[in-house]
């Protein structure tokens, strides 16, 4: 995808990694052309099934919802994976920067869970969740944060 004026362009190969709790979609930006590079998820479900409780409400709807525990680990889990790729995509030198979108709770937990190198690659990081936003609207969300 070319990326629109009056976005800036990015001089060097950087890496996007749009991300919630479980999911991560990557970009790579460079001048101002936007390559979808790759995605990451991890499952929440348990090998046992007792992840979920459901049940019928009051007025006949069904609910399901999960374990707060199992969803914890769960996010730390794909915390792990996705530090472990961004160091992978680094060492194949893949970028040079990297932007991180991840939602407000989890982003300290994100980042500090980063190796060294990578952390230090990271030159832009929005505490938001924009993993369904167009990727033109993620791009403005940086640009006006930085």
Do not use: W
Not at 77 to 86: N, Q
Not at 126 to 135: D, I, Q, R, T
């Amino acid at each position: 995808m070319h990326i629109p004026e009056p976005l800036r362009a990015y001089e060097k190969p950087t890496l996007l990694a749009v991300c919630d709790n479980e999911h991560a979609r990557f970009f790579l930006l460079q001048d101002r052309e936007s390559t979808e590079v790759g995605e990451i998820h991890v499952d929440h479900a348990s090998k046992d099934g007792n992840d979920r409780t459901s049940g019928v409400t009051s007025g006949g709807g069904h609910f399901a919802e999960m374990n707060e525990k199992l969803e914890d680990q769960s996010e730390h889990r794909f915390a792990k994976l996705l530090a472990e790729e961004l160091h992978r995509r680094l060492q194949a030198k893949e970028f040079e920067e990297l932007i991180m979108t991840v939602p407000e709770p989890r982003i300290k937990e994100f980042v500090d869970g980063l190796h060294n190198d990578v952390r230090a690659r990271l030159v832009a990081r929005v505490g938001k969740n924009l993993a369904k936003e167009p990727l033109v609207e993620v791009l403005e969300r940086i640009q006006k944060t930085a």
